[in-house]
């Protein structure tokens, strides 16, 4: 019983087909977040959300968007899949605890999309 | 801006043997600093920060890490490895709630 899911954990799709990774999480996090990890680059983080209102870029947003349709449910979107969006993604979320950026995130265990 | 750099994207060791993962890190002001470990088909999982105060920081699985200011070092240390600390580990550092992370670097434990 994960605190924190995302489906699918596999996904195969083709070029130009659209994509929705989906987060939820039962942690009562208001913080949420999408990375993406590809090898030797670490994780990059491509939209953020503070709370049900709140949406902010990462710093490679661009190809991607994002849906918060509650405080628990964080969705993925690639509105028209490239190759070069194959990698693993991951979802994680925090607890605002006033502690300026000290939060530990917490990370779902990962969608690994493959584009052909 | 912040950034993290992870000397060597892999390190090999011994069973038993002192495990040493480097991180340094830039930041325009005082650091919030993480290790995370991504052990295979899994998430991410805390294993230890630094927030303020002691530098010497330990966590999880033997681990410990210190915040060498002057140095913008935070190194990770174990030891004695054991074989299922065979991993990939991650160094990053806090930006205002978004965490930027080190490219990883990937721990091979020999029996």
């Known amino acids: 019983d994960a605190d924190v899911t995302q489906t699918p954990r596999n996904r195969i799709t083709k070029t130009g087909k659209r994509i929705m990774l989906e987060c939820s999480q039962t942690?009562?996090?208001?913080?949420m977040y999408w990375y993406r990890q590809d090898p030797g680059l670490g994780l990059r983080l491509i939209y953020y959300?503070?709370?049900?209102?709140?949406?902010n870029k990462g710093e490679i947003s661009d190809g991607y968007s994002v849906s918060r349709q509650a405080q628990a449910k964080f969705s993925l979107s690639l509105e028209s899949a490239i190759p070069n969006q194959t990698a693993l993604y991951f979802c994680?979320?925090?607890?605002?605890?006033?502690?300026?950026?000290?939060?530990?995130?917490?990370f779902g265990p990962g969608t690994r999309l493959t584009v052909l | 801006a912040q950034s993290v750099t992870q000397l060597g994207s892999h390190v090999s060791v011994s069973e038993g043997a002192l495990v040493l993962l480097r991180c340094n890190y830039s930041s325009s002001v005082p650091p919030y600093l993480f290790w995370y470990v991504q052990y295979p088909n899994q998430g991410l999982q805390l294993l230890l920060k630094y927030t303020t105060g002691a530098t010497l920081v330990k966590g999880i699985n033997g681990f410990e890490a210190e915040f060498k200011k002057s140095e913008t070092s935070f190194h990770l240390t174990k030891p004695s490895a054991h074989m299922s600390d065979a991993a990939e580990y991650f160094c990053?550092?806090?930006?205002?709630?978004?965490?930027?992370f080190g490219q990883g670097t990937e721990l091979s434990v020999k029996p």
């Open positions: 942690k009562g996090h208001d913080r």
């Open positions: 990053a550092v806090s930006d205002w709630g978004k965490l930027i």
């Open positions: 994680a979320t925090a607890w605002t605890s006033g502690g300026g950026g000290t939060d530990t995130q917490y």
């Open positions: 959300s503070f709370d049900v209102k709140d949406i």
